[in-house]
């Protein structure tokens, strides 16, 4: 079984995984290890399968960019299937099987940090983790790096500038020395601290793929190569490279760049690191272990070691460790952390619990139902990671400029060179050398590639802070385009939990035996107004009796057989359709409750009305300011609800409501957003995300009112987690605001490159006569990159409503 001393292959898909892995088995007398969670729980099911040879893959192999294939990309659910499904899986970032990708070019993959083969920038992890010891530990050494290059750079910058600032120079060092003492300060710099971005630029070449590590390699190399020719054989030079009568020297010109782009390759390394505070605080939530109930008693076992079915104990002031049902004890649970409200929920037998929620005050015991990346947390967490990685249709711009700017960079630099040695001053060789050099650092294109990912990972980050969950990078585009925004009422204007107000009854029944008939029926049903018939009854002391021969009518009721009477419950019309008698007597006092703003449901028991119920559903307390800053934002905002006209109109003149639609079924809300579109209209829908899924997907921008454990993550745009409707102003607002920020970084790349370019290749030497130095483009580099972070952080502080 075993492939080596320190690696072994996974029985179940045949990859070569680390005997350190946390996905261990133990059968028959022998240890097995495994690359995912996935893998292991497949050969605990059947080990026999496997060890028999059944392997399900071969393992991953490299293609000719170096990007690694995902391993089991087929046949193995854990593998191919949707990241948010995989956060406890072995491509997590930090486990030996993790896959890494490219912020700017998704395609590509591989197993293992290292750097883009197209444009040089570091891969990140493709599945998040609360933390990664191989991110921390690619910052420090660039630190390290970085301050052996400082260090060393500083003599060398003394040295070869101090006789410019009247600084004896000489008097320190021997003219015979003066170049082997640089070079000696010099070589470890270009070729220790600067060989990662060297090595990034040689394999450019080799690739064909050029970038700007294309041009920092052959700008350093070229000053470096010539300086140290100079030194070995300074009688080979000709007298056009002299200056004041000898050979220049450009060491320090080769080992200050190196120093000033380890400095922006710092900054970026702690800027993403910044940038994933959001989803290091959000994986924080869950706790780091667990207590299992077993037959031998209660142990407590590592959060990854859960699995599906376990049964858990939750203390009192603990966090819920994954997501499931509770099976004994009562308490009562903070959610605050998904739905924004402090008020505990009350959790007893039978109640879905949620994962990263906190137990207050009693001992629960629950059934893990949801654990690793199916979790509700799990989900949203992956949802971040891969929001932040995706990309904004803008960036296709960058891609295009990104293509011809380089080889148009190294073509001005070729240009620069044979200009000044043609018709520059003496020593017109030197000249030419370092205008073209200068030429090649100043035009390095970091801030173009940083422009646009650093502001969608500091926006998506932004929004999950604030509960705002953004599905991807086009979403923050589209969403600022937007004009029109139509909603649900139930749960996205108001609480979404209706309450039974009013019972009026117009037969021989009384109020509590209509109630207790009724609540039977709808204990049948999971429509939201259903379970408010139920809850009244639980109330009130009503006792829940068996329906039978429930039915679903088409247009919106509901029918069964209770104690041996017919029961249909729903609208007017619809009773009216079924040949109830004496619907007409409930219209009148209907009508009072709707202008109020109920919703009323008819009741007839054995083929006639007996009973009207007004169920209202409170407006949310944060809807009316939170509608007042989208209208200050200029969208309109369209309210669609199935509820009756009177009150819909109720609700819509009570806050402000630009247009309104009452009686809409599901599909005429998603025709309605069709000719919206039509009409030119950018539209918003925001709802609870299942009965508005048509809607949802016919707009440009589905967003998903998520409350408690219904978040409906993978059903729109945008999730909200608190089903707040501030949080679509939020969604909005952020999205202006992400975008404005993109299209700044954008105009400072794109600026400083048309500006640096001329500048570098000499356009002041007429005027002035000055030639800009390597190091001070170098420098000027730096501070455009620099300069397009600090703005793309801005966004981690800028209010969103």
Not at 441 to 462: D, E, F, H, K, Y
Not at 493 to 498: H, I, V
Not at 632 to 648: H, I, P, Q, S, Y
Not at 682 to 709: K, Q, W
Request: proline share 5%; charged share 20%.
């Amino acid at each position: 079984m075993t492939h080596s001393r320190q690696t072994t292959i996974d029985p179940v898909c045949g990859m070569e995984v680390d005997q350190r892995s946390s996905h261990r088995s133990d059968f028959d007398g022998g240890r097995y290890f495994f690359c995912s969670r996935s893998c292991q729980q497949k050969f605990d099911d059947a080990p026999e399968r496997f060890l028999a040879g059944e392997a399900e893959q071969d393992p991953p192999h490299h293609d000719d960019a170096g990007a690694a294939h995902r391993c089991c990309s087929h046949g193995d659910s854990s593998h191919g299937e949707d990241p948010a499904r995989r956060s406890g899986s072995s491509a997590a970032a930090g486990d030996p099987g993790a896959i890494y990708t490219c912020p700017m070019h998704p395609e590509v993959e591989q197993i293992g940090p290292g750097d883009c083969p197209i444009c040089g920038m570091d891969l990140e992890p493709k599945f998040a983790n609360a933390s990664d010891d191989r991110d921390v530990a690619q910052y420090r050494d660039m630190k390290r790096r970085l301050w052996v290059g400082l260090v060393l750079s500083l003599p060398l910058l003394v040295l070869a500038m101090g006789p410019m600032i009247g600084l004896r120079v000489s008097a320190l060092v021997p003219d015979v020395a003066f170049g082997w003492v640089q070079l000696a300060l010099a070589a470890p710099v270009v070729f220790w601290c600067g060989w990662p971005l060297l090595a990034r630029g040689i394999k450019s070449f080799q690739t064909l793929q050029l970038n700007m590590f294309s041009l920092i390699a052959v700008g350093t190399l070229a000053a470096f190569l010539f300086s140290l020719f100079v030194v070995v054989f300074p009688a080979w030079i000709p007298e056009a490279f002299y200056e004041d009568g000898k050979p220049p020297l450009y060491f320090e010109a080769a080992a200050v760049i190196i120093t000033l782009v380890l400095l922006g390759q710092v900054l970026e390394l702690r800027a993403r690191q910044q940038t994933g505070g959001a989803i290091r605080e959000l994986m924080q939530l869950a706790p780091e272990t667990a207590y299992r109930i077993g037959d031998d008693g209660e142990e407590e076992i590592a959060l990854s070691e859960v699995r599906k079915g376990d049964r858990l104990r939750v203390r009192p002031g603990e966090k819920v460790p994954v997501d499931g049902r509770v099976v004994g004890g009562t308490s009562r649970v903070d959610e605050s952390m998904l739905t924004g409200e402090p008020v505990p929920v009350q959790k007893s037998e039978g109640d879905e619990i949620t994962g990263g929620t906190l137990n207050q005050t009693g001992a629960l015991e629950m059934e893990a139902v949801g654990v690793g990346g199916d979790t509700v947390l799990g989900r949203i967490v992956q949802m971040v990671a891969q929001a932040q990685r995706s990309r904004a249709p803008i960036q296709k711009l960058v891609d295009v400029v990104a293509r011809y700017f380089v080889p148009a960079v190294i073509v001005c630099s070729i240009l620069a060179f044979l200009l000044w040695a043609a018709f520059g001053p003496e020593p017109r060789l030197a000249h030419a050398f370092v205008a073209a050099v200068a030429v090649l650092i100043i035009a390095c294109p970091c801030a173009l590639g940083l422009a646009t990912p650093m502001s969608v990972m500091v926006g998506v980050g932004r929004g999950a802070k604030e509960g705002v969950l953004i599905k991807n990078a086009e979403v923050l585009e589209v969403m600022e385009k937007v004009d029109t925004l139509v909603v649900d009422k139930t749960g996205t204007l108001t609480q979404g939990r209706p309450e039974v107000t009013a019972i009026e009854t117009f037969g021989q029944w009384s109020s509590s035996d209509v109630l207790k008939l009724a609540a039977a029926v709808e204990s049948q049903s999971e429509h939201p107004l259903a379970k408010a018939v139920v809850r009244r009854a639980k109330s009130d002391g009503v006792p829940i009796l068996e329906a039978s021969g429930f039915d679903s009518i088409t247009g919106g009721g509901v029918h069964a057989s209770v104690d041996q009477h017919q029961v249909m419950i729903g609208k007017a019309d619809l009773l009216e359709q079924q040949s109830v008698s004496g619907v007409d007597a409930g219209r009148g006092r209907a009508t009072q409750h709707q202008s109020e703003g109920a919703t009323v449901v008819f009741i007839a028991i054995d083929g006639s009305l007996q009973a009207i119920m007004a169920i209202t559903d409170p407006i949310k307390e944060s809807t009316p300011a939170a509608l007042d800053t989208l209208h200050d934002l200029g969208l309109k905002v369209v309210m669609l609800t199935g509820d009756a006209e009177r009150t819909a109109k109720s609700v819509a003149e009570k806050l402000g409501i630009d247009e309104f639609h009452a009686g809409v079924s599901p599909q005429q809300k998603h025709d309605f957003i069709k000719r919206l579109k039509d009409d030119g209209r950018t539209v918003a829908m925001a709802g609870d995300g299942i009965n508005d899924a048509p809607a949802l997907a016919e707009s440009h921008v589905g967003i998903a009112m998520g409350t408690g454990t219904g978040v409906a993550i993978e059903s729109a745009g945008v999730t909200l987690v608190g089903g707040d409707l501030r949080g679509v102003a939020a969604a909005s607002s952020l999205s202006r605001k992400t975008m404005r920020n993109i299209r700044q970084n954008l105009f400072f790349a794109f600026v400083y490159n048309a500006i640096g370019v001329p500048i570098a290749a000499g356009l002041f030497y007429p005027l002035f006569g000055v030639l800009l130095s390597p190091m001070i483009a170098a420098a000027a580099m730096s501070f455009s990159s620099v300069s397009v972070i600090a703005n793309a952080l801005r966004l981690r502080s800028a209010p969103l409503t």
